[in-house]
């Protein structure tokens, strides 16, 4: 886990691209249908302002309160450092998927009418599966094992 705020930075950008980076690729694949292989070259074109959004959401604001929430519930000197790694996995997606649907409901989707509530709720209904299981599977120990290496 991060130390410091130069650890702390590496891993949120790590963490944000291997998140954001699939999800969007989850999505085009969704909306087409299937998945091709220009699916991953056009999910670089969206990351590049998707990106951004996540890492500013997440340092800004998920990220705290995901820890804050999970210190309530475990003590990092009595609890297993699993259960810690997992509850702060879990508050991250629980907030920033909603938050990062409205993003792109906004910024891809562009649903500026009287269903824009129903598109947000909708995408995020539909993210949150992927982003979940992505997160506590993939990304999460992949991130891990990556800055461990990167910091060990």
Request: proline content about 5%; aromatic content about 18%.
């Amino acid at each position: 886990m991060p130390k410091n705020r130069l650890q702390e930075t590496v891993f949120t950008i790590l963490m944000v691209f291997v998140m954001v980076y699939a999800m969007i690729i989850y999505n085009i694949t969704l909306e087409r249908g299937a998945l091709t292989n220009d699916t991953f070259l056009i999910a670089f074109h969206e990351i590049i302002f998707m990106g951004p959004i996540a890492f500013i959401i997440d340092t800004l604001l998920v990220g705290g309160v995901a820890k804050g929430m999970t210190f309530r519930i475990f003590n990092p000197a009595e609890d297993k450092p699993i259960f810690i790694i997992l509850s702060i996995s879990f508050f991250s997606v629980l907030f920033m998927c909603p938050l990062m649907s409205l993003a792109a409901t906004v910024l891809i989707k562009r649903a500026f009418d009287a269903q824009f509530i129903c598109t947000w709720i909708y995408t995020t209904i539909k993210n949150f599966p992927m982003a979940f299981f992505w997160q506590m599977c993939f990304a999460g120990p992949v991130v891990r094992f990556i800055f461990g290496k990167i910091f060990s």
